[in-house]
């Protein structure tokens, strides 16, 4: 099997960064208590937990008991959208939904759910741009509107969404806002006061920290019924032993993000701008999808128009480039990416486009390989499919 030498797939995963791992291993270890116990190593493995609650609280400009540890973004986002829904059903009245088309599967699949419970859900179109405009989501608000979920940084093409004026006219009208910032996190400001948001999922995989530990930002006083029961953990919130390791993992990898933020973005943006530069300048009949710059500074998605997508990302595996053809989860299935769908492009185009995102280690060296090689697949590519369409 050939090597990936060249990772430009930094949306669907990053490696652990080594200061997090050196962070977690000890409590893997020698400080493996779990945190619910009362002897001393549980009572050690609970400061950890508590430490990187108020380290992460800090960060988020919230309290630390308005964080809620979860397995990952995918649990973040079922319980913003199923917790709240449930609160209305149990004690409300409201049974409608806004969210947008374009939203991870982990939201869209959620609110397509709570339909068979009687739920109505909207779903904004973004612009062709890629980006939800507040008027959009104003003119689907309902009397009977209970939450709003819109993402933060859309996962495929990466286009960055307006969700502080999103969030302030729904609470304007005390209409509680989820946002997902699984990509946002680590590249934008997620201060949430700031924000304005109720509810705010992030994922630690998606910045240098380890997979399955995630967590929700959940507003005092929001409305909203716990999903996981069993033992009292999370203020009897989330039920299950905590992920220590994980936990302790997430807080580094975020510090060290906000810590690094600048130089993190202006070195992965400037690697962004030349590869769409010269995707655009040297591969006739390319487009870039997305708002060119109101995105994050590490996401490339391209329509390469005539080429099959998954194709192109076949050979590119074989030069050692791993990129991708959308969103992680939907690799390998035949539909169409639904974000670019909700843009306006034909399934056709949908399914020639490819997705390049860059992390913090790769290199100017490594973005001339790629473009080498895309230059020359896509050409060859082209020949074979008008060589047999003759
Ligand atoms: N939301 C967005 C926008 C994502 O990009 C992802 C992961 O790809 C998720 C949610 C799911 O996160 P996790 O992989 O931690 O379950």
Not at 101 to 106: C, R
Not at 187 to 215: M, Q
């Amino acid at each position: 099997m050939n090597r990936t030498e060249i990772y430009l797939d930094h949306a669907a995963t990053t490696p652990v960064d080594p200061r997090v791992l050196e962070a977690m291993l000890p409590f893997f270890t020698e400080r493996f208590g779990n945190p619910s116990s009362i002897y001393a190593a549980g009572r050690e493995a609970r400061a950890a937990l508590d430490q990187a609650r108020a380290r992460i609280a800090r960060l988020l400009n919230c309290q630390a008991r308005e964080i809620v540890f979860t397995s990952g973004g995918t649990e973040s986002d079922n319980l913003a959208v199923k917790g709240v829904a449930f609160w209305h059903l149990v004690n409300g009245r409201g049974r409608h939904i806004v969210t947008t088309a374009f939203e991870h599967h982990a939201v869209l699949h959620s609110a397509e759910y709570l339909e068979r419970f009687g739920f109505h859900v909207t779903d904004v179109a973004p612009d062709a741009d890629g980006i939800v405009q507040p008027e959009a989501i104003e003119a689907a608000l309902r009397p009977d509107t209970i939450l709003v979920s819109v993402m933060y940084a859309n996962n495929e093409i990466g286009t960055i969404q307006p969700i502080r004026e999103i969030a302030h006219l729904c609470r304007e009208r005390g209409i509680t806002v989820h946002t997902d910032a699984v990509q946002a996190a680590g590249t934008l400001p997620l201060d949430v006061e700031e924000l304005g948001v109720d509810l705010l999922s992030i994922s630690a995989h998606k910045f240098y920290g380890p997979k399955g530990v995630g967590l929700l930002y959940v507003r005092s006083g929001t409305p909203i019924l716990w999903q996981q029961h069993g033992g009292a953990q999370e203020s009897n919130r989330r039920a299950g032993t905590e992920n220590v390791p994980g936990i302790v993992g997430m807080a580094r990898a975020l510090e060290l993000a906000y810590e690094e933020l600048d130089e993190r973005n202006a070195h992965v943006q400037a690697l962004r701008d030349r590869l769409i530069d010269g995707i655009l300048q040297r591969i006739p009949d390319s487009r870039l999808n997305g708002h060119r710059h109101q995105r994050l500074p590490n996401n490339v998605n391209v329509t390469f128009a005539g080429v099959d997508g998954e194709t192109l990302l076949l050979n590119l595996d074989l030069h050692g480039i791993a990129a991708s053809s959308g969103s992680a989860c939907t690799t390998g299935s035949t539909e169409p990416s639904h974000v670019l769908l909700a843009i306006g492009a034909t399934p056709e185009q949908a399914r020639s486009s490819v997705r390049l995102t860059l992390g913090k280690d790769n290199t100017a060296r490594e973005i001339e390989r790629t473009l080498d090689v895309l230059e020359e697949t896509v050409a060859r590519l082209r020949k074979l499919a008008g060589a047999r369409s003759r």
